[in-house]
């Protein structure tokens, strides 16, 4: 982890789990980056997955970007944006498929200890949030294989994600 001020953040990790599908399987392993930059009203964030052998089957790898901006209109509601790109690799190039997640919407924070716009002041603000989305998916969403006829055939085999257009509201609380 490296801070330069709240303006720069960078960290990374890097995590191993033996026989993660159980005895006689390969190991998961996944390397995280990540960078956050507090510019007051104004947050920026990207960060980048790298996972592989999930649930400890040998080639089933997955990597993910993500980059998000926020802005805080007032001190309880916050504009955002976040943009989740995907890749799933499952053994071979056939297998090789994307998904791709728009995030569009607002948070609106219950708990305001603060007023100012601080690292920690919005770290604080999460206690209590609702947050409002609209998310639009793109990628590999499935078809006919012309030559099997398989339906679903390049669907997205990747772990999570939206496969489809949604509108979700979730209240998140820390205690």
Known sequence: MFDYTEKFHIETSYG?????????????????VGID???GKLSLKAEYFDAKNLKGTVGKDQKAFTATIGYFVTP?????????????????????????????????????????????????????????????????????DPVTGSIDAGKWNGEGGYRENAFIVQYQFIF
Not at 18 to 30: C, F, L, M, R, V
């Open 16 to 32: 191993k789990s033996e026989s993660a599908g159980g005895p006689n399987t390969k190991d998961y392993t996944n390397v995280n």
């Open 37 to 39: 930059s507090n510019l």
């Open 76 to 144: 309880a509601l916050e504009l955002s944006t976040k943009h989740i790109q995907g890749d799933a690799n499952w053994g071979n190039s056939a297998n090789n498929t994307s998904l791709g997640n728009t995030y569009l919407g607002f948070n609106y924070f219950i708990y305001m200890p603060n007023q100012d716009f601080s690292r920690n002041s919005k770290k604080s603000r999460n206690k209590h949030k609702v947050v409002f989305n609209y998310i639009i998916a793109s990628g590999d969403s499935g078809g006919v």
